[in-house]
T-cell receptor
Framework: ELKVEQNPLFLSMQEGKNYTIYCNYS?????LYWYRQDPGKSLESLFV?????AVKQEGRLMASLDTKARLSTLHITAAVHDLSATYFC????????????FGTGTRLTIIP | DAGVIQSPRHEVTEMGQEVTLRCKPI?????LFWYRQTMMRGLELLIY????????DSGMPEDRFSAKMPNASFSTLKIQPSEPRDSAVYFC?????????????FGPGTRLTVL
């Protein structure tokens, strides 16, 4: 059974600081997704990582994938309050069936 | 496109009543997923369809839950009879055919409260 673990589960950081959220998974996969969820809202797709070494960046967020280590990271640069949300990684283990297994989520709070 | 549409957005019902949640996927998407989100259990996949056919319903908690997809533009998730432990946010998501790699697009969710 595929397990997807994120850490930390909770992260409180000051504006302007850098930090990284980690996503480990237990089964071989080369497709990983990052989503954002604001309180009381739905999930919004952030990044799609489709191969080993893939790196995607959008604003202050950068995601990378190391399929050999079964690890993805979401790096936050110079955090701002608007980034406060819960971030989920999700892994697709069987190419083509579109089924995703989600991590537990990391609740990020940016403190002014 | 309007995105994935779900109704109702909020539902409050009493234990024992039947609840029907509805979903309209994005046009052209071949896959449809039903999820449940709670604080205790996180985001759980209940069932998903490909071209209107159920592919994997292993996440459906018990026989009280059933899902249908009579056509490409409509799906329902039914709970009968409902119980307080079914209280959660239920999300519907859809995605394009395999290989596109765009991931799943989520609807706004239905917040269900069973009293």
């Amino acid at each position: 059974e595929l397990k997807v673990e994120q850490n930390p589960l909770f992260l409180s950081m000051q504006e302007g600081k850098n930090y990284t959220i980690y996503c480990n998974y237990s089964t071989t996969s080369d497709r990983l997704y990052w989503y954002r969820q604001d309180p009381g809202k739905s999930l919004e797709s952030l990044f799609v990582l489709l191969s080993n070494g893939a790196v995607k960046q959008e604003g202050r967020l950068m995601a990378s994938l190391d399929t050999k280590a079964r690890l993805s990271t979401l790096h936050i640069t110079a955090a701002v309050h608007d980034l406060s949300a819960t971030y989920f990684c999700a892994v697709e283990i069987n190419f083509g069936n579109e089924k995703l297994t989600f991590g537990t989520g990391t609740r990020l709070t940016i403190i002014p | 496109d309007a995105g994935v549409i779900q109704s109702p957005r909020h539902e409050v019902t009493e234990m024992g009543q039947e609840v029907t949640l509805r979903c309209k996927p994005i046009s052209g998407h071949d896959y449809l997923f039903w999820y449940r989100q709670t604080m205790m259990r996180g985001l759980e996949l209940l069932i998903y369809f490909n071209n209107n056919v159920p592919i994997d319903d292993s996440g459906m908690p018990e026989d009280r839950f059933s899902a249908k997809m009579p056509n490409a533009s409509f799906s329902t998730l039914k709970i009968q009879p409902s119980e307080p432990r079914d209280s959660a946010v239920y999300f519907c998501a859809s995605s394009q055919p395999p290989g596109r790699g765009h991931g799943q697009f989520f609807g706004p969710g239905t917040r269900l409260t069973v009293l």
